[in-house]
């Protein structure tokens, strides 16, 4: 607990950065598997590119991969 109270505001905020990545890159990995309207190929491909090029592959899931299962799940009107 005291190394916790001693970290300087940079180390906090590094900390915080990892711990909100881990999360992230946790949701894409159980999302893609949740998918049904992603084919085994695509869910292999998703999970691969989240092992080998974490950061890249959590940001390119979320504004691409993620609004692509939006627009095609949206209620019709």
Do not use: C
């Not at 999360?23 to 869910?43: H, P, S, T």
């Not at 959590?58 to 209620?75: C, I, M, N, P, Q």
Request: overall charge positive; cysteine-free; charged content about 15%.
């Amino acid at each position: 607990m005291d190394n916790l109270l001693a970290m300087t505001g940079a180390q906090l905020t590094i900390t915080i950065l990892v711990i909100a990545f881990y999360a992230a890159f946790i949701w894409m990995l159980v999302d893609v598997l949740r998918r049904n309207d992603l084919g085994a190929g695509a869910k292999v491909l998703w999970i691969f590119a989240g092992l080998l090029f974490s950061l890249v592959a959590v940001l390119l899931y979320v504004f691409v991969g993620k609004r692509r299962h939006s627009e095609g799940t949206a209620a019709p009107q």
